[in-house]
């Protein structure tokens, strides 16, 4: 099983790091598997540790997809790190094997320490179309312009019926950054689209 999940790391030096993340769940592991070079791979390398924060706010999965990382944290209780100051949950985990890969390492982690802080308040489908686009979105370099014209068109009928302000604004990120990819394709100049992680 995948749970969609928002991790956090800190680097060597401290430096905090937030990125979206599909964490599957394998027997008791938690497994994290960041492609190579990332942020957070290097931070699991120099730590060993990272926090599984569980999120209703689709916001953030579609912020770090468009360079917008700068939400509020905490400490975490059990390890060195921190959590999402507004999550719904979350789990502290420690690496306690990888399987090493030249493209995509797996790490096996552990929990050590769970705290729930609010209650889950419901399904949204306009959350859920959200986070499918933020996906999306990480995977424009490598889809046929069809298949993201596509998939967009079908996720845009969730998000007119059911979103809410922070889904709206989370789809206008979104939206804004395939439009820009968009354009940079069609570029005269003949420069490669940037693709954000």
């Not at 190579?36 to 931070?43: C, I, K, M, Q």
């Not at 939400?71 to 921190?82: D, F, H, M, N, Q």
């Not at 604004?169 to 940037?194: C, H, I, N, Y």
Request: hydrophobic share 45%.
């Amino acid at each position: 099983m995948i749970l969609e999940t928002i991790v956090t790391t800190l680097g060597a030096d401290g430096t905090p790091h937030i990125a979206p993340f599909g964490v599957t769940r394998e027997g008791e592991d938690l497994v994290i598997a960041p492609f190579r070079p990332s942020v957070t791979l290097a931070a699991l390398e120099a730590t060993g540790r990272a926090v599984v924060n569980l999120t209703d706010d689709a916001r953030l999965f579609a912020g770090c997809l468009t360079g917008r990382r700068d939400w509020p944290l905490v400490p975490a209780t059990a390890i060195a790190g921190v959590r999402l100051a507004d999550s719904l949950a979350h789990w502290e985990v420690e690496v306690v094997r990888i399987e090493d890969d030249p493209v995509r390492p797996r790490f096996h982690c552990r929990s050590v320490h769970e705290e729930a802080h609010r209650p889950f308040a419901g399904h949204n489908r306009a959350a859920a179309a959200v986070i499918e686009a933020a996906i999306l979105c990480s995977r424009l370099h490598m889809l046929p312009w069809e298949k993201v014209e596509r998939e967009m068109a079908y996720l845009t009928i969730a998000v007119e019926k059911t979103a809410g302000p922070r889904e709206r604004e989370a789809w206008g990120w979104l939206s804004d950054r395939v439009a820009a990819f968009r354009a940079e394709m069609r570029s005269p100049d003949g420069t490669k689209p940037q693709v954000l992680s």
